[in-house]
């Protein structure tokens, strides 16, 4: 193997291992969340560096699921969750 090849190689498992330490340093914080809006639930899991931006991604994800449109996804989003889970 050429040693341009080999140096790419090397390179590009460098960055995947960088991406894989640091996504799994990063999620210290694990939170499963239900929603309630219009009638409809879901429930989502997320993972952050802190248990609040856990939080609100799982509250993202699972209004993205219920609600329909900005106006309605805004207003899924700022309701009260039905249920918060800490799962780590």
Do not use: D, W
């Amino acid at each position: 193997m050429k040693k341009p090849v080999l140096y790419g190689v090397i390179f590009v498992l460098i960055v995947l291992g960088v991406i894989v330490y640091s996504t799994m340093t990063l999620a210290q914080h694990r939170v499963e969340v239900c929603m309630q809006f219009n009638g409809r639930t879901n429930c989502k899991t997320a993972s952050a560096t802190t248990e609040e931006f856990a939080q609100q991604a799982a509250v993202t994800n699972a209004c993205g699921e219920i609600a329909f449109g900005v106006t309605e996804t805004v207003a899924c989003e700022h309701a009260v969750p039905v249920k918060v889970t800490r799962l780590k």
